[in-house]
C-alpha cells in the first residue's frame, strides 16, 4: 500500500508559478510510475504529467507542455510538478497518483491516489 500526500496549491495571478509536492510513504516508492492529474469544477479528471520509476522518462499533456515539469527524488520518496507561467484554465484542484504502468495517461491505470491540493489561478 502506498499513501499519497499533495502539498503546494494556492492562490496565484495568472502568469505566476508554484511548485506541488507529492510525499509518498509505504511500499517502495522507486518501484511505481507517478502521475499528476487534474480536475475542474464539473469536468472530469484529466492527465497532467506522468514519471517513469527512475525519472528518466516523463510525458505531458499538449495543455501544459513547456509550462509544467514533472520530477522526482526517490530518495525523498517524492515527486514534483513545478508549473510556471499559470493560466487561468489551469484552476483545479491536482492530484498525484501512482502505478505500475509507464507511459499511462489513464487515471484508470493509477493505483494509488492523494485527497489533491487546489490551485486557483487568477486572472
Known amino acids: 500500500q502506498v499513501q499519497l500526500v499533495e502539498s503546494g496549491g494556492g492562490l496565484v495571478q495568472a502568469g505566476g508559478s508554484l511548485r506541488l509536492s507529492c510525499a509518498a510513504s509505504?511500499?517502495?516508492?522507486?518501484?511505481?510510475?507517478m502521475g499528476w492529474f487534474r480536475q475542474a469544477p464539473g469536468k472530469e479528471r484529466d492527465f497532467v504529467a506522468g514519471?517513469?520509476?527512475?525519472?528518466?522518462?516523463?510525458h505531458y499533456a499538449d495543455s501544459v507542455k513547456d509550462r509544467f515539469t514533472i520530477s522526482r527524488d526517490n530518495a525523498k520518496n517524492t515527486v514534483y510538478l513545478q508549473m510556471n507561467s499559470l493560466k487561468p484554465e489551469d484552476t483545479a484542484v491536482y492530484y498525484c497518483?501512482?502505478?505500475?504502468?509507464?507511459?499511462?495517461?489513464?487515471?484508470?491505470?493509477?493505483?494509488?491516489w492523494g485527497k489533491g491540493t487546489l490551485v486557483t489561478v487568477s486572472s
Open positions: 514519471i517513469s520509476w527512475s525519472g528518466s522518462r516523463k
Open positions: 497518483a501512482g502505478g505500475a504502468r509507464y507511459p499511462s495517461t489513464s487515471a484508470s491505470n493509477m493505483d494509488y
Open positions: 509505504g511500499r517502495a516508492f522507486s518501484s511505481y510510475a
